[in-house]
C-alpha cells in the first residue's frame, strides 16, 4: 500500500466519525447526496482495513450496505467488489 494511504486523513477518515456523531447520515436524517459521495471514502476505509478507530464510519458503513437499495442493487448488477 502507498504509505499516504496509511494515514487516516488520506480517506477522509479523521473528519468523517465527527459528522456521524449521533446521526445515521451524514447531512440530516435521512440519505442524501453526501452518503452517496462518501460510501466510496468508507468502503476504501473498509477495504485498507482502517475502520478499526472509527466505530461510527464501521456502522455507517454497514447501514449503507444494508440498505435495500443496496442490496438490489447486487442482486441485479453483481457483487460489488469493493463492498466487502
Known amino acids: 500500500m502507498p504509505s499516504s494511504l496509511s494515514q487516516p ?4 477518515c479523521d473528519k468523517c466519525p465527527h459528522h ?14 453526501a452518503d452517496i459521495q462518501m460510501s466510496f471514502v468508507g468502503d476504501m476505509a473498509k477495504v ?3 475502520l478499526g478507530p472509527y466505530p461510527n ?28
Open 9 to 12: 486523513s488520506s480517506y477522509g
Open 57 to 84: 464510519l464501521s456502522a455507517w458503513v454497514s447501514r449503507m450496505h444494508a440498505r435495500p437499495a443496496f442490496q438490489r442493487s447486487i442482486e441485479k448488477g453483481g457483487a460489488y467488489r469493493f463492498a466487502k
Open 20 to 33: 456521524l456523531e449521533g446521526r445515521e447520515f451524514f447531512v440530516g436524517n435521512s440519505l442524501t447526496g
Open 48 to 50: 485498507f482495513e482502517k
